[in-house]
Nanobody, 128 residues
């Protein structure tokens, strides 16, 4: 079983940047498909971005496309989410998730049910 620990959240002004990290331990990291989701108060958890394990195929929610970049470093067992141009509406708890099974096509990458392991989350707050 893989364990995931997120870090890098914090308070930032609108227009600023943050880089989230997701450190993994346990099963072979390179075989895991990784995803980032977020959940704002009173809202459902929503897809942000994902990256496949085999070919590092990336997926993004329309709301973050062009502003966020997902990446992974298999040597360091870590996935990253670089967030630029942050907006107030990006405020949420951000969760890292891992999926053993493929996350293609795109519909599977967006689905929370595709992921079998979740981190505890890291708070991102964007002020106006």
């Amino acid at each position: 079983q893989v364990q995931l620990v997120e870090s890098g959240g914090g308070l930032v002004q609108a227009g600023g940047s943050l880089r989230l990290s997701c450190a993994a331990s346990g099963r072979t990291f390179s075989s895991n498909n990784m995803g980032w989701f977020r959940q704002a108060p009173g809202k459902e958890r929503e897809f942000v971005s994902a990256i496949s394990g085999m070919f590092s195929t990336t997926y993004y929610a329309d709301s973050v496309k062009g502003r966020f970049t997902i990446s992974r470093d298999n040597a360091k067992n870590t996935a990253f989410l670089q967030m630029n141009g942050l907006k107030v509406e990006d405020t949420a708890v951000y969760y890292c998730a891992a999926a053993r099974l493929p996350i293609t096509p795109r519909a599977r990458a967006l689905d929370v049910r595709s992921y079998d392991v979740w981190g505890r989350g890291t708070q991102v707050t964007v002020s106006s």
